[in-house]
């Protein structure tokens, strides 16, 4: 996770959940946390990216990058999917 990790720490406490499985990567706010994400992809210390309470346009910005982007010929996709208990199915 990357992020301001007393925010996720504290969030994460907040809702009962357990992360101390997950490596925490602090970053002071969503454009840093972009970057960072960025080039932990490029580190190979991870496949994909997904998208957290930062906004697509923080995010994107950082991939599409000119300079240290995740940016290749192959086209961009995104999947938007949101799992709502009271629906009877997940809505994509």
Do not use: N, Q, W
């Amino acid at each position: 996770m990357v992020g301001p990790e007393k925010k996720i720490r504290e969030t994460a406490s907040k809702y009962g959940l357990e992360i101390s499985g997950f490596e925490i990567v602090d970053a002071l706010h969503s454009d840093e946390a972009a970057a960072k994400s960025v080039e932990l992809i490029h580190a190979a210390k991870g496949e994909m990216l997904m998208k957290g309470s930062l906004h697509t346009d923080e995010l994107m910005r950082s991939v599409t990058a000119k300079v240290g982007g995740l940016r290749t010929d192959r086209r961009i996709s995104h999947v938007f999917v949101m799992d709502v208990p009271a629906m009877p199915k997940r809505c994509l």
